[in-house]
């Protein structure tokens, strides 16, 4: 028999306040900016999952070679852990690797679009009986917390995707450094890291040919049309994406075709023509960098596999 998923909202949904709070303070920075993690509404969740098979994005389908490869040793480190929390689970595809290996009691996934959440969890807790489904609806960049009842004992947390990249270094030393607080001693960390490498095959991987990625990218201003109310027309913008090498990062823009203003939460923001809305940092980074900045944070880097080609990497950190 299937047993239902335990449902947990720590969430902030799309009536809270905070939404507009972080566009209004977005678009009144310099440089204009709004955070990546409005990308994924149910429609940019879904544009994500497509961008994931783009021939151009290396990223997913390399990371889950390697998990492939390597989940005997996961599981191996992992040890009986009863516990496997996943951080922006998504579509969670790469974990049904792990659960099948690691064959944990516990399944906790955490992920800001509600829809997905439930049924990427739904699925899970239908294809693996003997596994107990919970769901923690949250924005884990700003508050994670284990509910009630899952807490308790070792787990192994996943963070896969690269996702820790949409952080600046010291932010994600930040994060890691609140996650080993929350993780039990003993506890381990999977996390997918893309790795610093040529230009051109970055910049490809973030400016796909058939435009996913320019359609996820614009994806927020219809947001900001269609859930603030904003005054906006989004065939003013393109879509801009380009590798900075000096701070190892890919930048996402949405660059604004023409002088024109943007209208929300009773303010105009006024944009010259050219000028962007920076709306993503993708950061790379080599395993020894990655390694340090994770030791800062209180990890112990305690395994790393990486492709052939050493596009992805893959880390095992203990806390
Ligand atoms: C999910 C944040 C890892 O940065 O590669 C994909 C999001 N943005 N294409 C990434 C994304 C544009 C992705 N992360």
């Known amino acids: 028999m299937t047993q239902a998923v335990r449902f947990h909202d720590q969430h902030v949904d799309d009536a809270d306040p905070s939404f507009l709070d972080d566009v ?7 440089p204009k900016a709004l955070s990546p993690k409005y990308f994924y509404d149910r429609r940019g969740s879904a544009l994500f999952e ?8 290396y990223l997913t389908r390399t990371e889950e070679q390697i998990l492939a490869a390597a989940t005997a040793e996961i599981a191996e480190l992992a040890g009986p852990e009863s516990l496997l929390v996943e951080l922006g689970s998504g579509a969670s595809r790469k974990v049904r690797l792990l659960l099948e290996a690691m064959q944990p009691a516990r399944y906790l996934g955490v992920d800001i679009s ?3 959440l439930l049924e990427s969890t739904r699925r899970l807790a239908a294809d693996y009986p003997w596994l107990e489904v919970h769901a923690v609806w949250a924005d884990f960049s700003r508050r994670l917390s284990l509910p009630q009842g899952v807490s308790g004992g070792r787990a192994v947390a996943f963070f896969p995707g690269s996702s820790i990249g949409n952080f600046e270094p010291v932010a994600a030393e930040a994060f890691l450094a609140g996650l080993h607080r929350l993780l039990p001693k003993g506890s381990g960390l999977l996390i997918g890291v893309d790795l610093i490498k040529h230009r051109d095959i970055l910049e490809a991987a973030y400016n796909d040919a058939a435009g996913v ?3 996820f990218n614009l994806n927020l201003l219809k947001r900001l049309r269609d859930e603030l109310g904003a005054e906006l027309v989004p065939a003013g913008f393109r879509h801009l994406a380009f ?9 996402m823009h949405l660059e604004s075709l023409r002088e024109q203003a ?6 105009d923001f006024m944009l010259a023509a050219g000028e962007t809305l920076h709306t993503e940092n993708s950061c790379k980074y080599s395993v020894e960098g990655f390694q340090a900045l994770a030791q800062r944070a209180g990890f112990a880097p305690t395994a790393v596999w990486t492709d052939p080609q050493a596009l992805f990497s893959v880390h095992y950190l203990l806390s």
């Open 213 to 215: 990625t320019a359609a």
């Open 24 to 30: 209004m303070s977005g678009l009144s920075a310099r």
């Open 243 to 251: 590798y900075h090498e000096a701070a190892s990062r890919i930048e």
């Open 262 to 267: 943007i209208r929300v939460g009773g303010r």
């Open 50 to 57: 497509r961008i994931c098979t783009q021939p151009e994005y």
């Open 114 to 116: 509600r829809e997905f």
